[in-house]
């Protein structure tokens, strides 16, 4: 519980440099960062790829997300907790991306493409996430898609979710619960939507052959 | 509402029973309801059909869920990373520090995943397992080194992200043992998956000896043909230095040679050349007798391995730019002799020479690099109405004697008759930093250019285009025995300006990187790559002169402009003399550096990606020598 209550506590609590006369090399750090890199980044990517649907940007932040962590490695106080630890800095680092994007643009964020013209790139996870989970996953709230992300896909324990959401147990949960039926929700929506417009070809097509 | 009784007590006002139900439904997903509301729940699916349904979609979401293939990394995603973490650590090099309770347990050898607990060690397999199934099957050119398992069980395979394509090339390197020194070499034929570099085989694994000496090197260069290096090594008990040539040709590489001492007895320094520049006035106290041969003989090493030659011994090396010219025929250097009544000069040695010859006799230049068929050599300025003799490192400031016509390395100290004074003035603090400036000299013919633009040390890329140099004045460290950078900045110019070439055309000169400016009282040292690509700049420390740290600057090659975003590694620390080629950096980091012994680093790139790969490290202090 120490370190979940630490992981809380928060990076950004951290004062901005604890340096003191200690000269523990930040090669050292480096090191254990290219450790933790070597084991994580690819569901760090994954999990970010999930959240903002754009792979130039998903590798930024998983750049950004590594960078953070080798900053603030002294706050990780368990290397038990690595894992849920990054998990926590790449959860900020996306909704820190959100959170510019809604400043920038004045407009909520649907998880469309930022540009005017959708990348090759965009195209291609485009054509990965087709599916009507994913166009249900973008549907629903940034927080309870990342809970749910985080707990099915990414096999984050209640305490680990807790600690990568920033907030109480019981909390994660709640929003876990939500997300659910949000997805839910989303994709019978979906579902539904596909239905019509199959219907609706379907009748055109029909009127073509009249 | 009996149903709804039977419930815990909890403070949620349901809308509806079905709400309830849904919310049970989503919440037993995660973990077990408590009985009462278990039972309850039970209950009311069995009387409601919507609500099975919407318990049979979140059972068919988690599997769809789950089924979702996780999008794959770019494989560049560790280059730009360790890229970004590179400069991280130059913008704030003591930025991270740990308490002292923290370091202490790390220093006990704490690795992550390697003591924690099995629910974590669990999630990476299961993490492992997923991605290999979508994983690699697009993956890499090469072979990538695969990594010993470590702390995770899994140890068999890491998700790789970025392939790492590496141009093939050999590396060599001298790993020094009491006084001795074997030179291994090994192909690159494997570069570790980036961020695994601590768990990849070493280069020793598949290194070959190519010689074993009883010297101690301070720098090792290789013959472009890679047939022959040359050490730069002292004696065993004594600081005297002496330049070896060694074969190292294909089969000649015996691991356990066994050639007579006596094949090794090296050949004495030079003797005076016949041909002096003419701007060299004849000062008739510094020319003395060249030691004699047998004096020299006794004085040298008991070479073990090979035939060695000796071309130069009793002297200094100063530096290291050491480097063969492009097609091999001719060494060139900086050395002052080992009497320290003379700065440095440049010398030469042709192959097949019995010994190096000065090139100089100014008694302070030094030797920068060579472009074509001709070296570049930069000479320290002095202030009006100071001869060559006081302010330069090494000089004898009470002699005032000017530049001789002998070569430095007859003024060995039993032949030489030095004064005492002349000898203390020698340590001291020399005067204040000086200008510097820098000429075009033609080994063979001594034809000599002067540079138009005042530059120390240009080192100019293969292609001839652009080069690397100090502008600003130059002084002699602390010791007296080195030059060292005083105020100015690294920059980046076009060679064809810098030697007058070319006038007002061209792109202007400009500061390689702000980050190198702030290096006075330090040295340093740059090396181009094949491509004229890359560029590598080490910057000394100004307390340990021997370590520094490496920097690759990438360059785009036809504006001369470096390009900020492309740094492939920024600050490692390295100690002085490390080898840039077509696609890789070979370096040795000092010892002590993470807690390890001196080892061979080497990095690899192409295009964007890029890997590394080291050799196991040396025990204690003793250090690892690049050959370059």
């Known amino acids: ?15 901005p440099a604890r340096v003191s006369a200690m000269t523990y090399s930040s090669v050292d750090v ?46 990780l106080e368990d290397p038990a907790h690595a894992r849920a630890w990054l998990y926590q800095i790449a959860h900020r680092v996306a909704l820190d991306e959100f959170r510019r994007r809604k400043i920038i643009r004045f407009l909520p964020w649907t998880g469309e493409s930022r540009g005017a013209a959708p990348s090759a790139e965009h195209l291609a996870l485009e054509g990965r996430f087709s599916g009507d989970m994913e166009r249900a996953l ?73 | 509402v009996s149903r709804q009784d039977r419930g815990r007590p909890r403070p949620d006002a349901w809308s509806s ?19 009462l509301e278990a039972e309850w729940l039970a209950e009311h699916l069995d009387d409601c059909a919507d609500c099975r349904a919407v318990a049979a979609e979140y059972a068919a979401q988690r599997e769809a869920l789950r089924g979702l293939r996780p999008p794959e990394p770019p494989r560049d995603l560790w280059a730009r990373t360790a890229a970004a973490l ?108 980036p961020g695994s570099t601590s768990n990849c085989a070493p280069l020793d694994s598949h290194a070959k000896s190519i010689a074993k000496l009883s010297v101690n090197p301070k720098s090792i260069v290789s013959s472009p043909d890679h047939r022959q290096v040359i050490v730069v090594g002292t004696k065993p008990g004594t600081s005297s230095t002496t330049i070896y040539v060694v074969p190292v040709s294909g089969g000649a590489a015996s691991p356990t040679p066994t050639a007579p001492p006596a094949s090794a007895t090296p050949i004495a320094p030079s003797s005076p050349p016949s041909s002096i520049p003419s701007s060299a006035p004849s000062s008739p106290g510094g020319s003395a007798p060249p030691p004699s041969a047998s004096a020299i003989a006794t004085s040298t090493p008991t070479a073990t391995a090979l035939a060695l030659l000796a071309i130069a011994s009793d002297v200094v090396v100063v530096g290291q730019s050491a480097a063969y010219s492009p097609d091999g025929a001719w060494f060139a250097f900086s050395a002052r002799p080992v009497s320290r009544l003379n700065g440095p000069d440049i010398y030469t040695w042709h192959s097949g020479d019995p010994a190096a010859v000065p090139l100089t006799t100014d008694h302070r230049s030094v030797f920068a ?131 007058g070439a070319q006038t007002a055309a061209g792109p202007q000169p400009l500061v390689l990187s702000p980050e ?38 990438t360059i785009d090659t036809a504006t001369g402009q470096p390009d900020p ?64």
């Open chain 2, 565 to 628: 975003a492309a740094r492939r590694l920024v600050g490692r620390p390295a100690l002085v003399g490390f080898s840039l080629a077509d696609g890789h950096l070979a370096w040795a980091t000092p010892p002590g550096q993470d807690g390890q012994g001196s080892q061979l680093q080497v990095y690899a790139w192409s295009g964007p990606d890029a890997g590394q790969t080291s050799s196991q490290p040396a025990t204690g202090s003793d250090t690892v020598i690049v050959v370059h």
């Open chain 2, 369 to 499: 690099g060579w472009v074509g068929q001709r070296i570049v050599g930069s000479r320290a300025d002095l202030p009006s109405g100071q001869d060559a003799a006081s302010p330069e490192p090494g000089a004898s400031g009470a002699a005032g004697r000017g530049p001789t016509n002998s070569p430095a390395t007859s003024d060995a100290p039993a032949s030489s008759p030095v004064p005492a004074s002349a000898t203390a003035a020698a340590t001291a603090s020399p005067a204040g930093p000086v200008a510097a400036s820098s000429f075009l000299i033609d080994p063979a013919t001594r034809a000599r250019t002067e540079l138009i633009v005042p530059a120390w040390r240009p080192i100019v890329d293969p292609l001839g285009r652009w080069a690397v140099y100090w502008q600003g004045t130059i002084a002699a460290d602390a010791s007296g025995e080195r030059w060292v950078m005083g105020t100015g900045q690294l920059m980046l110019g076009s060679w064809a300006a810098l030697a």
């Open chain 1, 138 to 210: 973008r549907k629903i709230p940034e927080r309870q898609r990342s809970a749910l992300l985080l707990a099915e896909l990414h096999d984050l324990t209640g305490l680990e979710l807790a600690a990568a959401l920033d907030v109480s147990h019981v909390a994660a949960r709640a929003l876990l619960t939500r997300a659910r039926e949000s997805l839910r929700q989303a994709l019978a929506a979906e579902r539904a939507a596909d239905a019509n417009a199959e219907r609706a070809a379907g009748a055109a097509s029909g009127r073509g052959r009249l």
């Open chain 2, 86 to 193: 590179d400069a991280e650590a130059a913008r704030h090099p003591s930025r991270v520090a740990l308490p002292a309770d923290r370091a202490s347990r790390r220093g006990r050898g704490w690795t992550p995943f390697g003591a924690i607990g099995v629910v974590v060690a669990t999630f990476v397999v299961a993490f492992l397992v997923g991605s290999q199934l979508v994983g690699p099957a697009s993956v890499p050119q090469i072979a990538i080194a695969s990594p010993r398992a470590s702390g995770a069980p899994s140890g068999a395979a890491l998700p790789i992200a970025t392939p790492i394509p590496v141009t093939r090339g050999p590396v060599a390197w001298c790993s020094q043992e009491n006084g001795s020194c074997e030179i291994h070499q090994a192909e690159i034929e494997s570069v570790c998956a």
């Open chain 1, 1 to 15: 519980m120490d370190a979940v209550a630490h992981l809380e506590h928060g990076l950004t609590a951290l004062p």
């Open chain 1, 30 to 75: 480096r090191a254990e960062i290219e450790v933790l890199f070597s084991r994580h980044h690819a569901e760090i990517y994954a999990y970010l790829a999930r959240m903002v649907r754009e792979p130039e940007l998903a590798a930024d932040l998983a750049q950004d997300t590594f960078v953070k962590a080798y900053r603030a490695f002294d706050s």
């Open chain 2, 17 to 35: 029973l079905h709400e309830r139900a849904r919310v049970r439904l989503a919440e037993r997903l995660d973990e077990p309801l408590d009985w």
């Open chain 2, 516 to 553: 190198f400016s702030a290096i006075d009282g330090a040295d340093w040292d740059a090396r181009w790559d094949d491509t004229g690509e890359h560029l590598a700049v080490w910057i000394g420390e100004r307390e340990e002169p021997s370590i520094g740290h490496l920097t690759i600057v």
